[in-house]
């Protein structure tokens, strides 16, 4: 099975800035998107970032220009480099690998972040 291991995460001012990194091991076919997920208590998980196997990505509204997802290929690593942070980004950001021939995801355990003064 697939396994993916976060770090990263932690408690930050606002204004300031983390990334989160997550690595997945085990047999990974190549065509596959990694992303990241956030859910804040309370709310509905929200897609925060996607990337693809060659490059191409997505970032949700309340994000673009502050987040930069990015991919080490050959590590199968995944990263979320977050700047400018806000309090509303508070959550527990989890990230995945879904691949698309065996139409299967699979996820990190999560990794909270905490934005507060």
């Known amino acids: 099975q697939v396994q993916l291991v976060e770090s990263g995460g932690g408690l930050v001012q606002p204004g300031g800035s983390l990334r989160l990194s997550c690595t997945a091991s085990?047999?990974?076919?190549?065509?596959?998107?990694m992303g990241w997920h956030r859910q804040a208590p309370g709310k509905l998980r929200e897609l925060v970032a996607t990337i693809t196997n060659n490059g191409r990505t997505n970032y949700a509204d309340s994000v673009k220009d502050r987040f930069i997802i990015s991919r080490d290929y050959a590590q199968n690593t995944v990263y979320l480099q977050m700047n400018s942070l806000k309090p509303e980004d508070t959550a527990v950001y989890s990230c995945y690998i879904y691949q698309n021939l065996k139409r299967l995801q699979s996820w990190g355990q999560g990794t909270q972040v905490t934005v507060s003064s």
């Open positions: 085990g047999s990974i076919s190549g065509f596959n998107t």
